[in-house]
């Protein structure tokens, strides 16, 4: 399978223009011959008190109509950048209010083979509900580009965090073009016991006749966090991009305890693709 459509999903907000993530989108599609879709959403921020005060409901409204204009601004800007990279695009912009918002970007993703959008800025941020709206309603695997992230979308070493479970087993698929084309790439199993020897084993058995170059790597579980052992092996070996299974635990559970999921998308440093 190639990626022939991607989807590029812009939370519009008063933070500085992701610029990250547009030149990694525009770059990607170059490189996969793919046509990308941006979409650019500008929330609507409403105030119910301020409807009662006319200067506060004006204010409201000035910031709505900020928000509109930075959303335009970044729309011809992603278009301008897609021509002088010779990448198909459409793009569009919308106002709406966040329910509907996380409605279209779940109905628009799932018109795409990938989508890409920017990382979290944690749990009660408005890009974090967009995530978990496409991560578990779309149906297609996302993949999160933090703002730092400045070397476009590079395929030296990729990691494959691999549990044995059914939604790393789908991320892999998902990934495998990403994988075949990869320099290297690692599979990572995070364990207390030797059972991570055979998963990791039997995976390797499997990507061995898919990529060119592959190791395995079984890490022991540093305070019994999967999470933070996955994240201390990716900050000593900085990879281009990590590859896992999206909540391999209840929702719930993940927000009360947190998870290597929960982790990976407030704290990771690097591109990281997700399937759930």
Known sequence: MAYKTLQLLVNVNEDAQPNAVIEYAIEFARREAAHLSSLELAQLVDFPVGRLLPLADAIVEEFNDER?????????????????????????????TPEDARKASVTASRMSDLVIAPKSKGFLSTEQSLIEAVLFRSGRPLLIVPPEWEAGPLLETVVVAWDGGARAARAIGDAMPLLEKAGRVEVVCATS??????????????????????SVENLPLVGADAGRTLMDHLSSMRPSLLV??????????????????????????????YSF
């Not at 055979?198 to 058995?205: D, F, N, Q, T």
């Not at 896992?244 to 693709?273: C, E, N, W, Y």
């Open 68 to 96: 509109l204009a930075k959303a335009d601004s970044i729309k011809n800007h992603i278009e301008v950048s897609a021509r002088l990279a010779g990448v198909s695009a459409d793009c569009a912009v919308l106002q709406t």
């Open 193 to 214: 016991d030797h059972s991570g020897d055979a998963r990791g084993a039997e995976l390797a058995r499997h990507l061995s006749r898919h990529c060119k170059n592959l």
């Open 244 to 273: 896992m299974g999206a909540f391999a635990h209840a929702r719930l559970l993940q927000h009360v305890v947190g998870g290597t999921t929960s982790l990976m998308l407030t704290d990771a440093k690097i591109p990281v693709f």
